[in-house]
């Protein structure tokens, strides 16, 4: 029996033996195979690596480190990092620094220094050093560190090629606002002597035919120099809530006659993310509806949401309406009426606001221009909301949006009623 | 007696052709290169009309306007301006500018409106008369002696 039982200890403490053997050998086996794999992958890393002791001997570096510094191993490894080549003398003090606090426990923060490459030449560096540790105790010290000086080249070229950019584009609308502005005075002293030569003139002279047709031909020149002004500002103004139902006044007080229309302003509470040309857009097809609309005795514009991400703002007379073989090409530019740009301009601007827009009257029932607003544009800003009582929500859209309402107009107060109207006898006829 | 127009802008051949042609409606015209000039010529002769440019090389269209209005708040003020700048004429409406013209401008338009906004002063100037009449001899009527209602 007791045979029996020191026999069973004997085979259990054995056992024992050769299962802690065998876990050591596991242990061993796996912290030789994790050593193996830190070093493969230190060996690898695009990322130059620098091992140091606790005194700041170099004890390892890996294969970018020596590719990025052109230095070899040999001229690094057993060195203190002080007396390292491709360093400048005047890092050292911030290096011995950055030293100091490693071995008072803290860990510095990611920090740029320039090193000099073995070639001579200078090179941007950002670096990360921290504590090793082993077993609870400081093992040594790593930097890791990356060369940016490709990057900071590129970022500096870029920065000097958007400076470049920006100079040509400031110097390109300075002269093209220069040379309108030239043509746009010389042209008024021309139309200026027109009118005087034409006075000089009996009626029926066969020269007043040439006058007039270098009358036309300056009112053309004046289109081209509209539509090229306009245009240069397409999406260059920074967009802006617009409350519409004063963007529609402003468009309305720059006709000096009406002709006798009245104008249905119903949008008011339509506020609308855009910029300074909504009120061209409206001003284009007030003037399209003038020149062509024959008979037109009422504009009206409102708005209505079509439904939960989408609104609709309506602008339609009561004129003679487009004819639907001229439907499709209305919005080209070149359209058979006019100087065809007004409308041209009125898509293109459009086209920024990521809205869009299309005729959709009934011929000589009047035209009806359907702008489709999406709720958010494309970077995700709200395009639209509709405010409720009087000015109590603008404050706080203001301050969601950080930005101020735009109100460039005084004199144009808003309306007390839900839509305002405005007559050629009205407040805004000239 | 002519109506009087003080026309402010830069371009001489736009002065010149301006001139001529409000000179040709009979109008009575001075000119002015720049601000500095506008503000001088108000400081010695009254004008019913200022056409001004908005961009002067000197001093902003809408700061000539101000001041111009502060000389003689009856003066009828005219800007006149590029396409390109709409902004500024409505801003110039703002400040109490009573039209605008495009340049280049339409002369029979332009002279169209200027006839419409001095015949409009015109009759805010006979309206103003006539109330100040009419409070006159209200006024004198109930400064008379009391007495002499009751002596009838």
């Not at chain 1, 320039?114 to 077993?135: K, M, N, P, W, Y």
Request: glycine share 8%; net charge positive; hydrophobic share 40%.
């Amino acid at each position: 029996m007791y045979y029996a039982f020191t026999r069973i200890i004997l085979l259990v403490t054995e056992l024992e033996s050769k299962v802690r053997h065998d876990l050591h050998l596991e242990s061993l086996r796996l912290l030789k195979d994790n050593e193996r794999e830190y070093k493969f992958t230190i060996e690898l890393s695009p990322v130059g690596i620098v091992n140091m002791n606790m005194k700041g001997i170099v004890t390892s570096v890996n294969a970018a480190l020596l590719e990025g510094t052109g230095y070899t191993e040999h001229e690094i490894v057993g060195k203190h990092f002080t007396k390292l080549k491709f360093f400048r003398a005047q890092d050292i003090p911030k290096f011995l620094k950055l030293y100091g606090l490693i071995l008072g426990g803290r860990t510095p923060k990611k920090f740029q220094y320039a090193f000099i490459h073995r070639d001579g030449t200078l090179h941007q560096c950002e670096a990360f050093v921290s504590l090793l540790e082993a077993g609870g105790k400081r093992a040594g010290i790593q930097a890791m560190c990356i060369d940016t000086t490709v990057i900071r080249q590129a970022e500096q070229n870029m920065r000097e090629m958007l400076a470049k950019q920006k100079l040509l584009n400031e110097k390109l609308n300075v002269i093209s606002q220069l040379t309108r502005h030239n043509i746009r005075n010389k042209l008024s002293a021309i139309t200026g002597n027109i009118y005087l030569g034409k006075k000089q003139l009996a009626a029926g002279h066969k020269a007043l035919e040439y006058i007039d047709k270098i009358e036309s031909s300056c009112s053309q020149i004046v289109r081209i120099l509209n539509f090229a002004g306009v245009y240069e500002m397409l999406g260059v103004e920074e967009a802006a809530h617009a409350d519409v139902e004063r963007t529609l006044e402003e468009a309305v007080s720059l006709f000096p006659d009406l002709k006798g229309m009245r104008i249905v302003n119903r949008c008011k509470g339509l506020v609308v993310l855009a910029d300074s040309l909504l009120r061209l857009v409206f001003y284009h097809l007030i003037d399209n509806t003038i020149k062509y609309g024959r008979n037109v005795s009422q504009i009206v514009v409102y708005y209505e949401e079509a439904d939960a991400d989408k609104l609709r703002l309506v602008y339609k007379d009561n004129g003679c309406g487009i004819p639907p073989g001229e439907k499709s090409e209305l919005f080209s530019k070149g359209y058979v009426k006019g100087s065809g740009f007004g409308l041209y301009l009125v898509k293109e601007i459009m086209k920024v606001y990521g809205w869009t827009i299309k005729e959709t009257g009934k011929s000589r029932q009047g035209a009806r221009f359907t702008i489709t607003i999406p709720k958010a544009n494309r970077k995700g800003r709200i395009n639209y909301r509709l405010l409720g009582s009087e000015n109590t929500e603008l404050g706080v859209l203001q301050e969601l949006e950080g930005q101020q309402l735009t109100h460039p107009t005084r004199r144009l107060s808003p309306s007390s009623n839900a839509s305002s109207q405005h007559s050629a006898k009205g407040k805004c006829s000239d | 007696m002519n109506e009087s127009i003080l026309v402010v802008d830069d371009d001489y051949e736009i002065r010149e052709t301006l001139s001529a042609v409000l000179l040709s409606e009979s109008y009575i015209v001075e000119t002015a290169k720049n601000g500095k000039e506008a503000l001088k010529a108000s400081e010695t002769a009254y004008f019913d009309v200022a056409l001004i440019d908005m961009e002067l090389p000197d001093i902003n269209g809408i700061e000539i306007l101000r001041r111009l209005k502060e000389k003689q708040p009856r003066m009828v003020m005219i800007i006149i301006t590029g396409f390109a700048s709409l902004e500024n004429a409505v801003k110039a409406v703002n400040e109490g500018a009573h039209g605008y013209v495009l340049k280049p401008f339409n002369v029979a338009e332009l002279l169209k409106m200027l006839r419409k906004r001095l015949d409009e002063k015109a009759a805010e100037y006979f309206q103003f008369r006539t109330e100040i009449e009419k409070n006159t001899v209200f006024s004198e009527q109930f400064k008379k002696p009391k007495g002499s209602i009751f002596t009838h």
